[in-house]
Protein backbone atom coordinates (compact mmCIF):
# COMPACT_ATOMS: atom_id res chain seq x y z
CA UNK A 1 0.00 0.00 0.00
CA UNK A 2 1.16 3.36 -0.79
CA UNK A 3 0.37 6.66 1.42
CA UNK A 4 0.46 10.01 -0.89
CA UNK A 5 0.69 13.41 1.29
CA UNK A 6 -0.14 16.48 -0.71
CA UNK A 7 0.83 20.01 0.74
CA UNK A 8 2.08 23.39 -0.35
CA UNK A 9 -1.76 24.85 -1.65
CA UNK A 10 -3.15 28.09 -0.21
CA UNK A 11 -4.58 31.22 -2.05
CA UNK A 12 -2.71 33.39 -4.12
CA UNK A 13 -3.45 36.23 -6.20
CA UNK A 14 -3.14 35.85 -10.05
CA UNK A 15 0.67 36.12 -11.91
CA UNK A 16 1.73 34.47 -8.36
CA UNK A 17 3.94 31.96 -7.66
CA UNK A 18 3.37 28.14 -5.31
CA UNK A 19 5.28 25.18 -4.72
CA UNK A 20 3.33 22.16 -4.12
CA UNK A 21 5.16 18.86 -2.65
CA UNK A 22 3.96 14.88 -2.91
CA UNK A 23 5.75 12.74 -0.01
CA UNK A 24 5.22 9.16 -0.99
CA UNK A 25 5.92 6.01 1.58
CA UNK A 26 4.40 2.90 1.44
CA UNK A 27 5.07 0.31 -1.41
CA UNK A 28 6.57 3.46 -2.91
CA UNK A 29 8.53 0.79 -5.69
CA UNK A 30 5.16 1.03 -7.01
CA UNK A 31 5.61 4.63 -7.75
CA UNK A 32 8.40 4.45 -11.12
CA UNK A 33 6.58 7.67 -12.80
CA UNK A 34 4.60 10.20 -10.69
CA UNK A 35 2.41 12.64 -11.69
CA UNK A 36 0.24 15.71 -10.57
CA UNK A 37 -3.51 15.96 -11.45
CA UNK A 38 -6.29 18.60 -10.52
CA UNK A 39 -9.40 18.67 -10.20
CA UNK A 40 -12.20 21.55 -10.44
CA UNK A 41 -15.19 21.57 -8.85
CA UNK A 42 -17.59 20.22 -11.57
CA UNK A 43 -14.88 18.93 -13.62
CA UNK A 44 -13.26 15.64 -14.26
CA UNK A 45 -10.08 14.60 -12.42
CA UNK A 46 -6.98 15.37 -14.92
CA UNK A 47 -3.24 14.99 -15.46
CA UNK A 48 -1.06 18.34 -15.37
CA UNK A 49 2.31 16.92 -15.27
CA UNK A 50 3.97 13.54 -15.25
CA UNK A 51 7.63 13.01 -14.38
CA UNK A 52 9.90 9.84 -15.14
CA UNK A 53 11.69 7.93 -12.71
CA UNK A 54 14.93 9.12 -14.79
CA UNK A 55 13.17 12.94 -14.75
CA UNK A 56 11.68 13.20 -18.02
CA UNK A 57 8.78 15.52 -17.39
CA UNK A 58 5.76 16.08 -19.38
CA UNK A 59 2.67 18.71 -19.16
CA UNK A 60 -0.44 19.61 -20.01
CA UNK A 61 -0.68 22.02 -22.38
CA UNK A 62 -2.19 24.69 -20.10
CA UNK A 63 0.70 24.45 -17.85
CA UNK A 64 3.63 24.43 -20.35
CA UNK A 65 6.08 27.16 -19.86
CA UNK A 66 4.31 27.89 -16.02
CA UNK A 67 4.80 25.11 -14.07
CA UNK A 68 7.73 22.78 -13.74
CA UNK A 69 7.85 19.10 -11.80
CA UNK A 70 10.78 17.67 -9.84
CA UNK A 71 11.40 14.61 -8.04
CA UNK A 72 13.83 13.49 -4.91
CA UNK A 73 14.21 9.95 -5.22
CA UNK A 74 16.08 9.96 -1.93
CA UNK A 75 13.10 11.80 0.19
CA UNK A 76 10.06 9.92 -1.94
CA UNK A 77 9.01 13.37 -2.90
CA UNK A 78 7.80 15.18 -6.21
CA UNK A 79 7.11 18.79 -6.46
CA UNK A 80 5.09 20.91 -8.69
CA UNK A 81 6.28 24.03 -9.09
CA UNK A 82 3.39 26.14 -10.41
CA UNK A 83 4.28 30.31 -11.19
CA UNK A 84 2.43 32.57 -13.06
CA UNK A 85 -1.06 31.26 -11.55
CA UNK A 86 -4.15 32.08 -13.33
CA UNK A 87 -7.90 32.26 -12.06
CA UNK A 88 -8.31 28.63 -14.28
CA UNK A 89 -5.80 26.76 -12.29
CA UNK A 90 -8.02 26.53 -9.36
CA UNK A 91 -8.83 22.84 -8.05
CA UNK A 92 -7.84 20.43 -5.63
CA UNK A 93 -4.22 19.15 -6.71
CA UNK A 94 -3.62 15.51 -6.09
CA UNK A 95 0.15 13.23 -6.85
CA UNK A 96 -0.40 9.71 -7.93
CA UNK A 97 1.39 7.55 -10.13
CA UNK A 98 2.10 6.60 -13.60
CA UNK A 99 3.73 4.61 -16.62
CA UNK A 100 6.27 6.00 -18.85
CA UNK A 101 7.01 4.99 -22.31
CA UNK A 102 9.73 6.33 -24.52
CA UNK A 103 9.97 9.27 -22.24
CA UNK A 104 6.07 9.99 -22.32
CA UNK A 105 4.09 9.83 -19.02
CA UNK A 106 0.83 7.99 -19.40
CA UNK A 107 -1.44 8.21 -16.52
CA UNK A 108 -1.75 5.25 -14.42
CA UNK A 109 -3.22 6.23 -11.25
CA UNK A 110 -2.94 3.87 -8.00
CA UNK A 111 -6.45 3.26 -6.14
CA UNK A 112 -4.99 5.02 -3.19
CA UNK A 113 -5.42 9.12 -3.33
CA UNK A 114 -3.50 11.20 -0.79
CA UNK A 115 -6.47 14.15 0.38
CA UNK A 116 -5.25 16.83 -2.09
CA UNK A 117 -4.36 20.15 -1.59
CA UNK A 118 -6.53 23.13 -2.68
CA UNK A 119 -4.90 25.82 -4.59
CA UNK A 120 -7.39 28.87 -5.56
CA UNK A 121 -6.33 31.57 -7.40
CA UNK A 122 -7.86 35.06 -7.05
CA UNK A 123 -8.30 37.31 -10.21
Known amino acids: QVQLVESGGGLVQAGGSLTLSCAAS????????MGWYRQAPGKQRELVAG???????NYEDSVKGRFTVSRDNSKNTVYLQMNSLKPEDTAVYYC?????????????????WGQGTQVTVSS
Open 96 to 112: NAGICYSGTYYPSPLDD
Open 26 to 33: GSTFRLNA
Open 51 to 57: ICSEGTA
